[in-house]
């Protein structure tokens, strides 16, 4: 079965910390994404990765940045957190193929305080 | 862009009703179609999936038809139970393989 893993599943920051949100998926996949999820609002794309030392924004990426070094680890890094970036978020993996299905991490959930 | 609208919840229903969540998407051509389940505390997993037009996807008695010609991908169940609940997502996917979710729709089943 498809893996992802993601570093915590809870973390609490202060305000202005820089903060590290790490995901490993062990299925080779070239495609690596991270969504935030808020209530209302369903899932937004951050940033995402087709191949390694790759990104491109997705709908809202300000105030967050991604690093890429291993095919199979895809960082998201909150350079000062703020109380608006409290919330979900949830990394995913996949192919870059048509048809080609998304496998989710269990999410880590961000209180910035 | 590429869009995806899904009814708005919570839904409620008693064990055993019918379900239907509906779902429609913008894109252009044939894209890919989801539907995503998320249980309390988890991650998203994939329920079931289309890739062509008039394709039916179906797992745990979940079935979803793919409709080019309403551009829709609605969500049935005949018969829903307590384990059920959970939030759903509707998805569209692009030929890079980005999906573009809709908002969600929670779902709490009543014994």
């Known amino acids: 079965d498809v893996k992802v893993t993601q570093s915590s599943r809870y973390l609490v920051k202060r305000t202005g910390e820089k903060v590290f949100l790490e995901c490993v998926q062990d299925?080779?996949?070239?495609?690596m994404f991270w969504y935030r999820q808020d209530p209302g609002l369903g899932l937004r794309l951050i940033y995402f990765s087709y191949d390694v030392k790759m990104k491109e924004k997705g709908d809202i990426p300000e105030g967050y940045s991604v690093s890429r070094e291993k095919k199979e680890r895809f960082s998201l890094i909150l350079e000062s957190a703020s109380t608006n970036q409290t919330s979900m978020y949830l990394c995913a993996s996949s192919f870059p193929v048509y048809g080609g299905t998304q496998y989710f991490g269990p999410g880590t959930r961000l209180t910035v305080l | 862009g590429d869009s995806v609208t899904q009814m708005e919840g919570p839904v409620t229903l008693s064990e055993e009703a019918f379900l239907t969540i509906n779902c429609t998407y913008t894109a252009t051509g044939y894209p890919s179609l989801f539907w995503y389940v998320q249980y309390p505390g988890e991650g998203l997993q994939l329920l079931l999936k289309a890739t062509k037009a008039d394709d039916k996807g179906s797992n745990k008695g979940f079935e979803a038809t793919y409709r080019k010609e309403t551009t829709s991908f609605h969500l049935e169940k005949g018969s829903v139970q307590v384990s059920d609940s959970a939030v759903y997502f509707c998805a569209e996917g692009s030929t890079l393989g980005r999906l573009y979710f809709g908002r969600g729709t929670q779902l709490t089943v009543w014994p």
């Open positions: 299925m080779d996949h070239e495609n």
